[in-house]
């Protein structure tokens, strides 16, 4: 399958778990509903691809790093989309990603793009910061987590790639619970709760992760950083026909400049280090060849 096959599946399944999941936040607080994402995603990862041999030789800073985001990014995204609209999350996300390539590459074309996102964003969170600013606030967080995981996963996608994914979120596993565990003990007494949030690990980390990785091994992080702009309008079409969450015309247009903006930019070149030919020195007037001549 060519790399943006990868890529659609992990569009359509990034957004379609977590609108399952907000359906089974009547049943478990979104902390427990991260919790059973992470920890069913680690231990069905960890089972397919015993990655302790990744967690041996791969660069274990990138990987216990990627674990924290991962813990945190799901947590804070979750408790954002109980708060907020799943397509006003999902555009947010974007904002620090296109910051970091005007900043990058000060060129008029990433400015323009940065441009449009602030004004979709600002479209987006004009309204809701009034009614519901620690959503937003919540939402900010997520992107900037965001970001992290895209500039991690391709240290990892280069590396050790699914290995290194299942490594990741196994010490996910082990930082979410302190911070989430205890909001998921309902669910061992709620066999539906139990198995609905297995699904969703299944379907918002095991099925996206695992294509996010195989796409990134063959995709520059500028061709895939192109390509996510589809997610907000993945998030805005799911949010309506999972849960019916009809966005007003401002919010659309908010949702439409973020995609112009995430599809503008441009991230810097990569300076290639050109090999220099070093002189040959010819021997001296009656000196032997290989021998050096006289300082």
Not at 6 to 28: C, I, K, Q
Not at 159 to 184: F, N, Q, R
Request: aromatic content about 8%; proline content about 7%; overall charge positive.
């Amino acid at each position: 399958m060519p790399p943006q096959g990868y890529f659609v599946v992990s569009a359509v399944f990034h957004y379609l778990g977590p609108a399952f999941a907000v359906l089974l936040f009547e049943r478990l607080q979104p902390l427990g509903v991260a919790w059973l994402r992470i920890a069913s995603a680690a231990l069905l990862l960890g089972v397919w691809r015993r990655p302790w041999r990744a967690m041996e030789a791969a660069d274990r800073r990138t990987l216990v790093a990627w674990a924290a985001v991962l813990a945190l990014m799901n947590c804070s995204f979750y408790l954002a989309i109980d708060r907020l609209p799943l397509g006003t999350v999902a555009a947010i996300e974007f904002l620090p990603v296109i910051a970091l390539a005007a900043v990058g590459s000060r060129t008029y074309r990433n400015v323009g793009a940065l441009g449009l996102a602030v004004a979709g964003v600002y479209l987006l969170t004009n309204v809701q910061w009034q009614g519901e600013p620690l959503g937003v606030a919540l939402a900010f967080a997520n992107a900037g987590l965001f970001a992290l995981y895209i500039v991690l996963g391709h240290r990892v996608a280069g590396a050790s790639g699914i290995d290194g994914l299942a490594a990741s979120m196994v010490l996910a596993a082990v930082v979410v619970t302190p911070m989430a565990g205890w909001a998921a003990l309902p669910a061992f007494t709620d066999p539906v709760a139990l198995a609905a949030g297995v699904g969703v690990g299944i379907c918002s980390s095991v099925i996206p992760y695992v294509s996010d990785q195989l796409a990134m091994a063959k995709l520059t992080r500028s061709g895939y950083a192109l390509m996510v702009a589809l997610l907000p309008a993945t998030a805005t079409v799911i949010g309506l026909l999972v849960l019916q969450q009809t966005p007003t015309s401002k919010e659309l247009l908010g949702v439409v400049l973020v995609i112009a903006g995430v599809a503008l930019r441009r991230e810097p070149p990569v300076a290639v280090a050109v090999p220099v030919p070093v002189a040959r020195r010819e021997p001296a007037l009656g000196q032997p060849v290989g021998e050096p001549a006289d300082a």
